[in-house]
């Protein structure tokens, strides 16, 4: 992979991380367009994931920072019970990385047939949460978050968008769009960190074991987390005012022809 490479693609998921239209999916189109195979394509992933979820911190730093501060008194307050949602969230996820890492990391080299199934079933999802009308609610609950994690855990499989599940799950439970959203984008940030984390750890990072030069990786990651501070502003404004069907139209679109070119 060179350095132009590493940019297109970094800002391909910068700017489709938080758009409800799969960056997985569009990482593995991309990748599969300039040829991008084997290991290389599995640590690219998880460096441009992780410069995303800082573009996240970034973008929502005051969120963060009254959750944190909250949270750190021990008292069972918001703050510690908006955390504790967070944590139950994660339980779904954890589990798949934890029993099904090896399987999950087959489907991403599994072909763009995977990738097309996804980003229609991500349409469906969309519509069916832009005219559903359930009965409102005033706050995320903890059955809420755990559902929604389980919807965060089905979104590991390239093409189903991550964001646009768990948006899609969060409103068809009656949520209000602008908490639905921030939840979504900040249930994400511990996982992905983690599994960054641990991989740098391990050395995977290092240029000899990531098949990629470190010049690529650092452009990818700068790449994506300018490209990923636009578009969380902007997905934000868009989740209040905005409607997901032109973003389930864009998937259908997409889905369909990554079938066809498939065949």
Not at 48 to 58: E, F, K
Not at 95 to 112: C, H, R, S, T, Y
Not at 234 to 249: D, N, Q
């Amino acid at each position: 992979m060179n350095w132009w490479e590493a940019l297109f693609l970094g800002l391909l998921q910068g700017l489709t991380e938080f758009l409800p239209i799969s960056s997985s999916g569009h990482l593995e189109i991309g990748k599969a367009l300039f040829g991008v195979h084997g290991a290389d394509n599995l640590t690219f992933t998880v460096v441009v994931h992780a410069a995303t979820v800082c573009s996240t911190i970034a973008v929502l730093w005051r969120e963060t920072a009254s959750l944190l501060q909250g949270s750190a008194r021990l008292r069972w307050n918001e703050e510690t019970q908006y955390v504790a949602k967070i944590l139950l969230s994660m339980i779904p996820v954890g589990i798949v990385g934890f029993f099904f890492k090896d399987k999950v990391e087959a489907l991403f080299g599994a072909g763009l047939a995977v990738v097309g199934a996804g980003l229609i079933v991500t349409a469906a999802l969309l519509l069916f949460a832009e005219y559903a009308r359930p009965r409102p609610k005033d706050k995320i609950s903890f059955v809420d978050a755990f559902i929604i994690g389980l919807a965060q855990a089905c979104a590991v499989v390239p093409g189903l968008s991550r964001s646009g599940t768990t948006i899609a799950t969060g409103l068809l439970l009656g949520n209000k769009k602008e908490s639905v959203a921030r939840f979504s984008f900040l249930m994400v940030l511990i996982p992905i960190l983690g599994e960054a984390t641990l991989d740098l750890l391990k050395g995977g990072f290092s240029e000899a074991a990531a098949g990629i030069p470190a010049s690529a990786l650092v452009i990818g990651f700068l790449a994506a987390f300018i490209a990923g501070c636009v578009a969380c502003r902007w997905m934000i404004e868009w989740v209040k005012r905005g409607r997901l069907i032109y973003f389930a139209l864009y998937c259908l679109l997409v889905g369909a022809a990554t079938l066809l070119l498939n065949c």
